[in-house]
Nanobody
Framework: QLQASGGGLVQAGDSLRLSCAASGRTISTSHMGWFRQAPGKEREFVAS????????YYSDSVKGRFTISRDNAQNMMYLQMNSLKPEDTAVYYC?????????????????????WGQGTLVTVSS
């Protein structure tokens, strides 16, 4: 199970750092990702990182503002979010890649990820 934490209420332009902790499993050999779901909307891809951390991918809406990273020794993953905007308001989830296709932007659908846990709410006020 994965647990996201670090969310909160911030103002536009502020920063937050989300953490993803794994319990009962190791994530060091898994590609990982962050997703978010705003009220009334579908869950959407935010960012992903290869198992060794060499490759990272971002949605166009967060590119240049968010940075995904991981610490395999600590079994943790992070999402540094800068220059937050009201449209970033959502529940953020971390997940492990379970797809069978090559880990690439073509395979970053929610269905390609698993071990979803409880998300963390990020609220950005204008």
């Amino acid at each position: 199970q994965l647990q996201a934490s670090g969310g909160g209420l911030v103002q536009a332009g502020d920063s937050l750092r989300l953490s993803c902790a794994a319990s009962g499993r190791t994530i060091s050999t898994s590609h990982m990702g962050w997703f978010r779901q705003a009220p009334g909307k579908e869950r959407e891809f935010v960012a992903s990182i290869s198992w060794i951390g060499r490759s990272t991918y971002y949605s166009d809406s967060v590119k240049g503002r968010f940075t995904i990273s991981r610490d395999n020794a600590q079994n943790m993953m992070y999402l540094q979010m800068n220059s937050l905007k009201p449209e970033d308001t959502a529940v953020y989830y971390c997940a492990a890649y379970v797809g069978t296709a090559l880990f690439s932007p073509n395979s970053f659908r929610p269905a390609d990820f698993g071990s979803w846990g409880q998300g963390t709410l990020v609220t950005v006020s204008s």
